[in-house]
């Protein structure tokens, strides 16, 4: 007997943390965390829906896997951006990339 | 399971054959790669541009052919896999742009050395295949797919030189907002599929349509998702305020990554908007909309942004960049007219908008390739180091700027007109005024160009055949375009319709 | 009540573990708890009978993105080590607008869906089978192949992750000293 609106208000909260944690934190590789942690947030968006909404057809779970695919695809190419960069400057700071400012 | 549900029929095959060739010629790209000796490197980006024109053709002749896409086919016809995509006129003329940008911007790519390598243009061709699918998707599961598909390979095209600075700061700063964005209009998609139980676009706007389907409670949510999805579409379309990744991701990239950034994949994030909002899944297409006012309101603050910053850059790729800002923002008066005829129009400013731009991109590259900086000052005195690069810019600028006989002019001739007709002669006006400030930066480069002196006015500016053919090729589009627009706005104009399923 | 009970005790462990993630000093520390976050959503999806969703969780999150984030701290460790302040300035303006953020959402979910247990609607999740819910991971089986469901985002994922492939190994490799 667990509401509908506890799996959202869960979700809501996580994807909030992560929302802080890209706009506060200074490392690169901590707001690439903070952005998985968003992502997790929308997959138990889509499996309460799908238990909620749609149990009987497979459309929040298979969405949930693509999600699953495109964090493992962006944490590969995240960190691939992030060992380039440290490698070229030492940095992953993300105050200190101001090379493109005026 | 049925086992017929396991292969598809022959009209769904023939959808997606475009991108099943794509993929073909990715694999090519990268076995040929393997096999060229170091003195050859060139080869890998003909084959590229080679087999982008030939899939274009490809793409051509299955609509001259055989009619494919049928533009009769109803709704319900026109949705194939299972309604994952719609493969109608907007879809072909989306894929014409694309393979057009991916062609040109691998031709003007060949010769930068640091560039011939069989994954930079199989990265190129990976996010055409997410472009051509973002174009055709009908499904919110497809749209992100394709989405992602094309920005995860933009990202490391940005960043793609290792060994310069500014290549791997844009690239991933490119990619932190980008991943961001995603994730935002992932949670409102999320949302979405919650209220409706749907995730076909055309479904929940036949839904969202029904009185008494979507009670008033949940509107508030509603809207929150509209919210979060129109962060996630504006990203792609760099509008303002979600622009701020432009200046940086524009002039931190290697050139031709940028001339394919701002042309085809910002051409890809209006297919998704103005097929997701025309069909009216996020609310019906009027004017008491919600997000009809919210879009007012980033269009002019768009347009008018984008042109006045734009004024104050010494770059050249940074002025492109916030131009680019700017256009997005006469593009978006189309899809607020929401008419067929405005959609088309801003489709057909789009097709325009790639010749232009990737001809302005191709002589930058070819310009900061000789000088090493992508400084305004480069650009005293061209018209003497190389008149024909000079020339092309000149029509690239006047294009942008909407002057007559180029593409430009009736681009935004065909946008303001349909604004009026629509009756919003008020936003038509804002267009036309930000036009004229638009002139102004536009303009100077011409001076810098034509009547500046510079000091190395004796050191002629190398420019390769390929290079030539690519930036030939595009002012021959802007011009054809400018001169004899009929059949192509026609085309598009047709198309628009097609962006409105459920009126008339 | 016991579901809720350890709903309660999950949710609880899941949003704490998150918060380490973003406010930890420590980038290795924060990483563990990203762990912890994951093996929490887990969790949930089992309270939510996806049970494949979760095993997939735990191998996909926890045994191959973690690890990854833990190789590049590794990797970029001297600067990690550093004992500075985790946070831009910009911190306070982040955590006002999270929290805004999080209160429209809460706001605009309760008016929709009910806050008591087994008030209607979705009080409670729907009545299903078992036999339904069993059968599940073969019906997402099944649709993942099908023509007329999601054979062709499938083949798409396909190529996202090539392209993330390629493109992760030409980003990371060393430049060739010459």
Same mark, same amino acid.
């Given at each position: 007997m667990i509401p509908l609106s506890w799996y959202l208000i869960v979700s809501a909260a996580l994807f909030c943390i992560g929302l802080f944690g890209v706009f506060a934190r200074r490392n690169a590789v901590a707001i690439l965390m903070a952005i998985e942690l968003m992502l997790n947030a929308v997959n138990i968006n889509l499996l309460a829906f799908w238990r909620?909404?749609?149990?009987?057809?497979?459309i929040g779970l298979a969405w949930s896997i693509f999600v699953l695919a495109l964090a493992a695809a962006e944490a590969a190419v995240g960190l691939a951006l992030v060992i380039s960069i440290y490698r070229e400057r030492d940095t992953v700071i993300a105050e200190e990339l101001d090379t493109l400012k005026y | 399971m049925n086992p017929q549900s396991l292969l598809p029929s022959v009209p769904e095959f023939l959808a997606i054959l475009p991108e099943i060739s794509l993929v073909i010629l990715i694999v090519a790209v990268l076995a040929y790669d393997r096999i060229l000796k170091p003195a050859e490197r060139r080869r890998v980006g003909l084959l590229a541009a080679w087999g982008s024109i030939v899939i274009l053709l490809i793409t051509v002749g299955l609509w001259v052919?055989?009619?494919?896409?049928?533009?009769?086919?109803s709704l319900v016809e026109s949705l194939m896999w299972g309604g994952m995509i719609r493969n109608d006129l907007i879809t072909l003329i989306f894929r014409v742009m694309f393979l057009v940008a991916v062609a040109i911007v691998s031709l003007i790519s060949l010769d930068v050395p640091a560039l011939q390598r069989g994954e930079y243009f199989a990265l190129l061709l990976s996010a055409t295949i997410g472009f051509s699918l973002m174009a055709a998707g009908s499904d919110m599961i497809m749209l992100f797919l394709a989405i992602e598909t094309a920005s995860i390979s933009l990202y490391i095209l940005t960043g793609f030189?290792?060994?310069?600075r500014r290549s791997t700061e844009a690239g991933i700063k490119y990619f932190v907002y980008g991943a961001f964005a995603s994730a935002i209009m992932l949670y409102g998609l999320s949302l979405v599929y919650g209220i409706?139980?749907?995730?076909n676009i055309y479904v929940i706007a036949s839904l969202v349509a029904?009185?008494?389907?979507?009670?008033?409670?949940?509107n508030g949510l509603f809207l929150l998702a509209t919210v979060m999805i129109v962060a996630g579409f504006g990203f792609k379309i760099s509008a303002?305020?979600?622009?701020?990744?432009t200046p940086d991701a524009y002039e931190g990239a290697p050139a031709p990554v940028t001339a394919f950034v701002s042309t085809a994949s910002k051409a890809a994030g209006f297919a998704v908007t103005i097929r997701v909002f025309a069909a009216g899944?996020?609310?019906?297409?009027?004017?008491?909309?919600e997000w009809w006012a919210m879009l007012v309101a980033i269009t002019i603050v768009t347009m008018t942004l984008g042109n006045i910053l734009a004024?104050?850059?010494?770059?050249i790729k940074r002025m492109l960049a916030y131009s680019s800002i700017a256009q997005a923002g006469y593009t978006l008066i189309g899809l607020v007219a929401l008419t067929p005829d405005g959609s088309g129009a801003a489709m057909f400013y789009l097709l325009m908008y790639v010749f232009t731009n990737v001809a302005a991109f191709g002589v930058v590259v070819l310009v900061s390739r000789e000088t090493g900086s992508d400084d305004?000052?480069?650009?005293?005195g061209l018209s003497r180091r190389a008149p024909y690069l000079a020339l092309a810019m000149l029509f690239a600028l006047l294009s942008l700027g909407g002057i007559?006989?180029?593409?430009g002019f009736i681009g935004k001739f065909f946008i303001f007109k349909a604004a009026v007709d629509a009756g919003l002669w008020w936003l038509a006006l804002i267009g036309v005024l930000n036009a004229f400030i638009g002139l102004y930066y536009y303009l100077s480069v011409v001076k810098y160009m034509y009547l500046y002196r510079s000091d190395d006015e004796e050191e002629r500016i190398p420019v390769s055949r390929a290079a030539s053919v690519a930036l030939a090729l595009s002012v021959l589009g802007i011009i054809y375009l400018g001169i004899a627009a009929g059949p192509a706005f026609e085309w598009t104009r047709q198309a628009g319709a097609a962006f409105f399923p459920f009126s008339g | 009540m016991i579901q809720q009970i350890i709903f309660i005790v999950i949710s609880f462990l899941t949003l704490l573990m998150g918060w380490i993630v973003v406010t930890n000093r420590n980038l290795f520390h924060a990483a563990l708890a990203l762990m912890g976050s994951f093996l929490g959503v887990a969790g949930l999806y089992v309270l939510l009978d996806a049970g494949f969703l979760a095993a997939a969780q735990l191998l996909v999150?926890?045994?191959a993105i973690s690890i990854l984030i833990i190789f590049a701290i590794m990797m970029t460790r001297r600067l990690m080590q550093?004992?500075?302040? !985790? /946070?831009?300035?910009q911190w306070v303006l982040g955590g006002i607008t999270s929290l805004v953020v999080f209160a429209v959402i809460a706001y605009v979910v309760l008016q929709v869906f009910p806050?008591?247990?087994?008030?209607? !609607? /979705?009080?409670?999740a729907p009545e299903v089978p078992g036999a339904v819910l069993e059968a599940s991971v073969t019906q997402l089986g099944a649709a993942l192949v099908s023509v007329d469901q999601y054979v062709l985002p499938f083949e798409v994922a396909s190529v996202l992750l090539l392209a993330a492939l390629i493109g992760a190994i030409v980003v990371a490799w060393p430049e060739k000293k010459e």
């Open positions: 909620y909404r749609t149990p009987t057809e497979p | 052919l055989f009619r494919e896409p049928e533009p009769n086919r030189l290792t060994d310069d409706t139980a749907q995730t029904q009185s008494g389907a979507i009670p008033p409670e949940i303002v305020p979600f622009h701020f990744w899944a996020l609310g019906a297409p009027n004017f008491d909309s004024i104050f850059q010494s770059n305004m000052q480069d650009f005293y007559p006989p180029t593409a | 999150y926890i045994g550093t004992s500075e302040t !985790p /946070f831009n300035n806050w008591q247990p087994g008030a209607q !609607p /979705f009080g409670a």
